[in-house]
Antibody, heavy 120, light 107 residues
Framework: EVQLVESGGGLVQPGGSLRLSCAAS????????MSWVRQAPGKGLEWVSV???????YYADSVKGRFTISRHNSKNTLYLQMNSLRAEDTAVYYC??????????????WGQGTLVTVSS | SYELTQPLSVSVALGQTARITCGGN??????VHWYQQKPGQAPVLVIY???NRPSGIPERFSGSNSGNTATLTISRAQAGDEADYYC??????????FGGGTKLTVL
């Protein structure tokens, strides 16, 4: 059974840093495309970042240069390092498996999410 | 950047058919995917590549995509279908794009 479990969320001051983790089971993270998607309170879904099985990474413009996606193959875990955090980064962060197809791709499995609150 | 437009809300009578639209420039040339999100829960994929249902999704859920509009259709709507629904596509400039979401109310 595929399972994704996020952790690492919490309260952080503006300008601070936080690292989110997403432990996967039922499949191999390094053999798949993995992504982070966030949702601000009461708002819609916003894609954040993706890491390809080959290691290439891509980011939304809103987080480029501040966030870094990575993975630990032996731990079968995905990470999101978030630096220079802003109030507008406050959101529930979901990790999700991204299935590529002929024209892009879609998210077939999602974690339960972890809440990040940026506030002084 | 590519934008997807969804109605903020759609209402449907119990047992009737709900249609949720997702508008975008020439969206018919893209693969459209749909997610259901209930309050306090993670999104769930209900339709992928315009009209395909993942395992475990009822046949009542179907999708279509043509021209500038993609549509998620929910037949014989049930109270348990009340949720927010999001469409999603891939775009070469912004990578992954989500629609703003539609709140489905079953009356």
């Amino acid at each position: 059974e595929v399972q994704l479990v996020e952790s690492g969320g919490g309260l952080v001051q503006p300008g601070g840093s936080l690292r989110l983790s997403c432990a996967a089971s039922g499949f191999t993270v390094s053999s798949n495309y993995m992504s982070w998607v966030r949702q601000a309170p009461g708002k819609g879904l916003e894609w954040v970042s993706v890491i390809y099985s080959g290691g290439s990474t891509y980011y939304a413009d809103s987080v480029k240069g501040r966030f870094t996606i990575s993975r630990h193959n032996s731990k079968n875990t995905l990470y999101l390092q978030m630096n220079s955090l802003r109030a507008e980064d406050t959101a529930v962060y979901y990790c999700a498996r991204y299935m590529p197809d002929s024209y892009g791709g879609y998210f077939d499995y999602w974690g339960q999410g972890t809440l990040v609150t940026v506030s002084s | 950047s590519y934008e997807l437009t969804q109605p903020l809300s759609v209402s449907v009578a119990l047992g009737q058919t709900a249609r949720i639209t997702c508008g975008g420039n020439n969206i018919g040339s893209k693969n459209v995917h749909w997610y259901q999100q209930k309050p306090g829960q993670a999104p769930v994929l209900v339709i992928y590549r315009d009209s395909n249902r993942p395992s475990g999704i009822p046949e009542r859920f179907s999708g279509s995509n043509s021209g500038n509009t993609a549509t998620l259709t929910i037949s014989r709507a049930q109270a348990g279908d009340e949720a927010d629904y999001y469409c999603q596509v891939w775009d070469s400039s912004t990578y992954v794009v989500f629609g703003g979401g539609t709140k489905l109310t079953v009356l």
